[in-house]
């Protein structure tokens, strides 16, 4: 699958590339962000950045860096993990810590779900967040995303098990949002 590029009136999303990695690390490599997901490690080195470039080559997955378009700054990345035979993906996303707060999750993720429903034609998405970052449950309550349970002790996180909310959207339910 080729990555596409995506852009809105403050970001632009594209494929990462090597050239990336001496950004990416200190960024990723945050224990706050490592923290608020289920799938970067702590410490991140940039053995692990090699690793996760070589991996975005699965075809089941979109992943994005999110990029400023002022500067061209990375700031974080995003993703769809894609099961095509149930036409639904699961949104990913993380931001660097300085980067938090200025609505850059909700505008690359609107461009996400435009992408997945649009073009991908996906007929639902789905994300969850760790119930200790109820900024993420934000940020998908800002796509529209509806609230679909609480999966209890769902990851276990550096030793703690921790409870995964989760939200999903359909289609027509994201079209009336227009």
């Not at 073009?119 to 679909?148: C, D, T, W």
């Not at 002790?153 to 359909?170: A, M, N, R």
Request: charged share 25%; glycine share 10%; hydrophobic share 35%.
């Amino acid at each position: 699958m080729d990555l596409p590029r995506l852009e809105t009136p403050r970001l632009q999303m594209r494929p990462y590339r090597e050239a990336d990695i001496p950004e990416l690390v200190p960024l990723i490599g945050a224990r706050e962000v490592a923290a608020t997901t289920g799938r970067i490690p702590y410490p991140y080195g940039e053995k692990d950045a090699r690793a996760f470039l070589a991996s975005i080559e699965n075809a089941d997955e979109v992943r994005l860096s999110i990029r400023l378009r002022t500067d061209d700054r990375l700031i974080g990345g995003i993703g769809l993990r894609l099961n095509v035979e149930h036409h639904h993906a699961e949104l990913g996303y993380w931001l660097g810590v300085p980067y938090w707060g200025n609505g850059y999750a909700t505008e690359s993720a609107r461009e996400m779900l435009r992408y997945g429903f649009q073009e991908l034609g996906l007929h639902r998405i789905f994300a969850s967040h760790f119930k200790n970052n109820p900024a993420s449950g934000g940020v998908l309550k800002k796509l529209g995303m509806l609230y679909e349970g609480c999966q209890r002790e769902h990851v276990c996180k550096w030793d703690q098990f921790i409870d995964s909310e989760l939200y999903g959207i359909l289609r027509r339910d994201w079209e009336l949002l227009g």
